[in-house]
């Protein structure tokens, strides 16, 4: 039924709003109570029906999104970078307006209501976006700011946010990481302390994607002092706030496009009734949504190393040294067979992992994995490739430069490689005992 909720609502969506045509996602499957999520049967190499994890309606939602990338974003990328900034609402509102911000989200806030594969399909088509700062901002809006909300909010909050930020016509962005507390999350510093009807919030957020623009926060802040795993809570925190301050635009070695903005709290007052699920509860929350937020960043990134992989191959083969391509070299051709088959073997791992989660099952443990071997297949990738594109690897004027400077973050953001392999340890009940 959730197949026929999303294609009922994509329907919607081409018919009401008059923009990108999703009717051959719409038209793949008959509207029928007989509507099922099992593999559709298809002749076409693009689309085959043993696909592990992917049906037809996952590719036609693909090549959609593709049309899109390419007519309205890829222009504007060179543009975005050198700015050091892309007009966050002008894309999501795009974005929000075909139904790509919602994917999995409720139908009665603006989503879809499809499984999360589908969320994994659209993660893997943002990589095509020439840059990591924009699908980095996006991945922020839909699955790491706003998941916990759409599980565990009230409809009024989620009238409030989801719905706007599904839309596309609200900016959100998570605040975590502080100075001091970047992985650590069990050690952040800011308070949020209950007065009557409100929470009075002090403190500050780093590294916080989106900031300089965004109209919402979901913010963790310490709203007891109990144990630090148990005092700490999800709130709802508009932007706009008297006592909100955006001490400054963090200037980054990668990821230009996505602005990145060191936040202040001095005494803002956010009424109680903006708290998601139960007081206390905001660690529990912020673990649970990890697992959606690994999944995504390891599906965005093996699109952007396959592109790399493909980009370098088409190079070495148009450039001479010693009177010969160097793709011809056995050692370049041989080492860009290597780099593919480690490609492979991760997205083997994301769709094991994804389909798992489908079902309902914790895949904390192979999220971990996915997203400790994504970052540093990502630099071992980029570094590898950039390589074989001697001098012009070093200008900023080729993609693989970028994503060299990008793809570092992987190992750093949502969880350091240090902390995956300690959650892949406590999986293996190995870690020594305190």
Not at 86 to 109: C, D, M, Q, W
Not at 302 to 315: A, K, N, R, V, W
Not at 363 to 372: D, G, I, N, Q
């Amino acid at each position: 039924m959730a197949l026929l909720v999303g294609a009922l609502r994509l329907n919607l969506l081409a018919n009401s709003r008059n923009f990108y045509k999703f009717t051959s996602f719409v038209g793949v499957r008959s509207l029928s109570e007989n509507v099922s999520s099992k593999s559709v049967t298809s002749s076409s190499p693009e689309v085959a029906g043993d696909h592990v994890i992917y049906t037809q309606e996952h590719f036609a939602l693909k090549e959609s999104l593709k049309k899109l990338i390419d007519q309205e974003i890829n222009p504007h990328v060179e543009q975005w970078e050198a700015e050091g900034k892309f007009p966050a609402h002008k894309v999501f509102k795009i974005l929000g307006s075909a139904g790509f911000l919602g994917v999995n989200r409720p139908t009665e806030y603006g989503g879809l209501g499809l499984d999360y594969s589908y969320s994994v399909a659209v993660a893997e088509e943002l990589g095509n976006i020439r840059c990591g700062g924009i699908p980095m901002a996006i991945g922020v809006q839909t699955d790491m700011a706003t998941p916990a909300l759409a599980r565990f909010g009230t409809a009024e909050l989620k009238k409030e946010f989801l719905l706007p930020s599904i839309m596309g016509d609200k900016v959100a962005c998570l605040g975590v990481s502080e100075v001091g507390a970047g992985s650590d999350v069990s050690s952040i510093k800011t308070k949020a302390v209950r007065k009557g009807d409100e929470y009075v919030i002090n403190g500050g957020k780093m590294w916080t994607t989106n900031g300089t623009q965004a109209d919402w926060m979901c913010l963790l802040a310490n709203t007891s002092d109990g144990p630090p795993h148990r005092n700490k809570s999800l709130i709802c925190l508009p932007m706009n706030l008297p006592g909100v301050h955006i001490a400054r635009k963090i200037s980054k070695i990668g990821m230009w496009s996505s602005d990145t903005a060191e936040v202040f709290f001095d005494d803002v007052h956010v009424p109680c009734k903006n708290i998601i699920g139960q007081e206390g509860m905001g660690f529990t929350y912020q673990m649970l949504q990890f697992q959606e937020e690994r999944l995504w960043a390891v599906a965005n990134a093996l699109t952007s190393m396959d592109t790399i992989i493909q980009e370098t191959i088409q190079y070495t083969r148009q450039r001479k040294i010693f009177k010969q391509p160097v793709l011809y070299h056995q050692a370049v051709h041989f080492r860009l067979a290597e780099l593919q088959t480690e490609v492979e073997l991760l997205r083997s791992l994301l769709y094991q992992a994804t389909a798992l989660y489908v079902k309902g099952n914790d895949v904390t443990k192979l999220a971990s994995m996915a997203k400790l071997k994504t970052g540093r297949l990502a630099r071992e990738l980029s570094d590898g490739c950039l390589q074989y594109w001697g001098g012009m690897g070093f200008t900023s004027d080729v993609l693989v430069s970028r994503f060299y400077r990008d793809f570092r973050l992987i190992s750093i953001g949502g969880g350091a490689d240090e902390v995956m392999l300690g959650i892949i340890c406590k999986y293996m009940d190995m870690l020594p005992r305190k």
